[in-house]
């Protein structure tokens, strides 16, 4: 305890030195130097990352003790309100590219995330369990039902949209969103069945 609260201390001395530093520093007709705008907006996003890791680590202890005390099993939890809640900026996101006539871009960070998401998350994840991968008996992992399920749903969608947009030269109809949303409800109920 004693350690998180030196770093926290450390942490805000070195934020206000900061701040400090660029309101001192900074000619206000010029705007800052480059250099030093390149690292203060570096260090805004690692703050910013920061808050955000902490925010969403007391939120889902939070939902997580409603589930508990509402006794909502854990995977309806993970495939409904985190998924959802997980899901959120994403979508505001995509949404607002899509108006901006940058469909593109929108549809490209619809896939890019999640598979980010799972590439890098699974990758750093199996890096800490290095050891028990390097053994001769490996890493015994497995899965449950409903991840599967979710995997052959994913999959599935995936070739889905690969294949309504080589189809349609490379455009993607609007009824393919209304698919997309029959995979996930079909999705979610042959995973509650499974429960």
Not at 28 to 54: E, H, N, Q, R, S
Not at 66 to 80: A, C, D, E, N
Not at 143 to 165: D, E, H, K, Q, Y
């Amino acid at each position: 305890d004693s350690i998180d609260v030196r770093l926290m201390i450390l942490a805000f001395i070195t934020s206000v030195s900061v701040g400090a530093a660029v309101i001192r520093f900074c000619d206000k007709t010029t705007g800052m130097p480059l250099k030093y705008g390149i690292v203060c907006a570096l260090y805004g996003f690692l703050i910013a990352a920061t808050w955000i890791d902490v925010i969403s680590e007391h939120l889902v202890n939070t939902l997580e003790l409603i589930g508990v005390l509402l006794r909502i099993p854990s995977p309806v939890m993970g495939m409904t309100i985190l998924a959802w809640g997980n899901s959120v900026g994403d979508w505001t996101t995509n949404g607002a590219l899509a108006q901006r006539g940058l469909a593109d871009m929108s549809m490209a960070a619809c896939f890019a995330g999640p598979s980010f998401n799972l590439l890098v998350g699974l990758g750093f994840g199996l890096l800490t369990q290095k050891e028990t991968l390097m053994s001769i008996e490996g890493l015994n992992v497995s899965m449950m039902p409903t991840v599967r399920i979710g995997f052959i749903f994913l999959i599935s969608n995936c070739i889905a949209a690969i294949a309504s947009s080589l189809y349609h030269g490379g455009r993607i109809p609007k009824i393919h969103g209304y698919a997309f949303w029959t995979f996930y409800f079909a999705y979610l109920s042959m995973s509650a069945q499974h429960l």
